[in-house]
């Protein structure tokens, strides 16, 4: 169930966001009382379009309410009398109460971190014999992540285990996958009632969350940030089309050591990878392709009987691009034509083996000349300075930086008089579409090509690899005009 949190300061407030709640497709409503300021319970209660749990938080387990607790329990048991459905009680307060006819949820929260003792209170949370327990605990990374799940997944009552914090989305996502009772949303952005909490627009629209059930394949994105990624959106709508059961949710990883015990707790098909792990990943998989061999860098991982088996996508989707472009240009491809690649992280290294391997001349050049110099000597490729760019003599250029990228729009890795018309110029970055390094060599004469259009190539080889088939072309096309 995806249960809205309505947190509105006056009662004719949170009649109306109930409504919204119901009409965005959450399933309850949680009563945040403690926000209230005069709460008109039967006011509120009468008017209920969904089913209502209660809810008065006190300040000392992350709430507002900071009133006497027989105040506070006056007010649960006056929302029980009036036609609440269920009734949250802190398992750190926890007393008897006229329930009526409410069901009690037992819970407990800790904003910090995920407690070593949280199996074995939620055991004696259980004990209490309530509807169901539920525990919110923050994760610290990606361990506490797996515990969560392995939490929701084996425990021997009724539970909802919500994981706080970017860290914990996947499992607010997937809670039905892994037995989950319910996940907390809010109305509207920035009217969240915990870290990292998704809209009910979300889990309902992107992520189909009503449909999960204990048989959805799990994929996702390994990176740090990841916020920023389009694949969600990408290929939780192309399951969605091909009536697939899966879903494709955002892993924010801090340690990608830790990350063969996340997949196998939560079975996941496979998932891509992006900055900062694809070195990271490349050298923890089971098996790798040869370009993975080559590169050193995975952004594909798909699992097969519990091994880890890395691809690299980056790399046939930026050189199709690319080339389609040279064509475009110069009736030729890159054959022989002089290739500066700006970067030496992940996709950088991937462009320049890809180019190499191509025929091109090709030229690093890297902010840390040490970083760079070191990667042009591995692939056997010639080097320049990052402040003699020009001395590259580049007929294609590629941006792998992430310069330029969201939130920092108006930078760009070089200066723009370094773009001439007769040029093929590629940037990775593809938030925003249309980048400063991008508008600079257009405004030039150049060919430019965005990261959406490599985006989706790569894209595209990794669902074949995951799948078995291409995305449908038709997809592709849409995706192309919408991103
Ligand atoms: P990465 O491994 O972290 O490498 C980042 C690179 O950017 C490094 O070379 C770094 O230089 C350089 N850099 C960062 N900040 C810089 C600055 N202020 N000035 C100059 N150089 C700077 O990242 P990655 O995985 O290769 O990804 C790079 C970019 O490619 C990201 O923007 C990502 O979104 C994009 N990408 C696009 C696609 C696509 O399909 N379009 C696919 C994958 C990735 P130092 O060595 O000096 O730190």
Request: hydrophobic share 45%; proline share 5%.
């Amino acid at each position: 169930m995806i249960c809205a949190v309505v947190r509105t300061e006056t009662s004719e407030q949170a009649v109306s966001a109930m409504a919204e709640a119901k009409r965005l497709g959450a399933d309850l409503c949680e009563l945040r009382i403690d926000y209230l300021r005069n709460p008109d319970l039967p006011k509120i209660l009468s008017a209920k379009p969904l089913p209502v749990l209660a809810t008065v938080r006190p300040k000392w387990e992350g709430g507002q309410f900071d009133g006497d607790e027989s105040v506070r329990f006056g007010l649960l048991e006056d929302a029980c009398l009036h036609g609440a459905d269920y009734v949250d009680v802190e398992f750190r307060a926890y007393k008897d109460l006229k329930l009526r006819d409410a069901k009690l949820i037992v819970s407990y929260h800790d904003f910090e971190k995920t407690p070593e003792d949280l199996e074995a209170t939620a055991l004696k949370m259980a004990s209490l014999e309530p509807l169901f327990v539920k525990v919110a605990c923050q994760p610290r990374g990606i361990a506490d992540l797996a515990r969560l799940v392995r939490l929701q997944k084996t425990f021997p009552s009724p539970i909802a285990v919500i994981a706080m914090g970017e860290v914990g989305e996947p499992l607010r996502v997937l809670y039905a996958r892994y037995g989950g009772r319910l996940t907390f949303a809010s109305i509207q952005a920035g009217q969240e009632s915990a870290p990292g909490q998704l809209s009910v627009e979300d889990l309902v629209r992107l992520y189909q969350a009503k449909t999960i059930d204990d048989e959805t394949e799990v994929y996702g994105v390994v990176g740090d940030p990841v916020a920023h990624s389009k694949s969600p959106v990408v290929f939780n709508d192309v399951f969605k089309h091909l009536g697939m059961n899966a879903r494709y949710v955002r892993f924010k990883v801090d340690d990608p050591a830790a990350l063969p015990a996340l997949v196998r707790e939560m079975d996941l098909r496979g998932f891509s990878v992006t900055i900062p792990h694809k070195q990271a990943v490349a050298g923890l998989v089971d098996e790798a392709d040869d370009i993975v061999r080559g590169v050193g860098a995975a952004n594909t991982v798909s699992v097969k009987d519990g091994r880890l088996i890395g691809a690299n996508t980056d790399l046939p989707g930026a050189m199709e691009a690319i080339q389609d472009a040279a064509v475009r240009k110069w009736s030729h491809g890159i054959y022989g034509m002089r290739a500066l690649v700006l970067g030496a992280g992940g996709v950088s290294r991937a462009i320049a083996w890809g180019l190499k391997r191509e025929a091109a001349r090709v030229v690093i050049a890297n902010r840390s000349f040490e970083r760079g110099k070191a990667l042009a000597e591995e692939l056997g490729v010639d080097f320049v300075r990052w402040e003699s760019l020009a001395d590259a003599r580049a007929q294609i250029i590629v941006n792998g930086t992430s310069v330029g990228m969201t939130p920092k729009t108006d930078e760009s890795p070089v200066d723009a008089s370094l773009f001439k018309k007769d040029m093929v110029v590629m940037d990775t970055v593809y938030t925003p579409r249309s980048t400063k390094f991008l508008k600079d060599a257009r405004a030039a004469g150049a060919l430019g090509i965005d990261g959406v259009e490599m985006f989706l190539r790569q894209a595209n080889h990794q669902f074949r690899i995951w799948r078995g088939r291409p995305i449908p072309t038709e997809i592709l096309k849409e995706f192309s005009q919408r991103l």
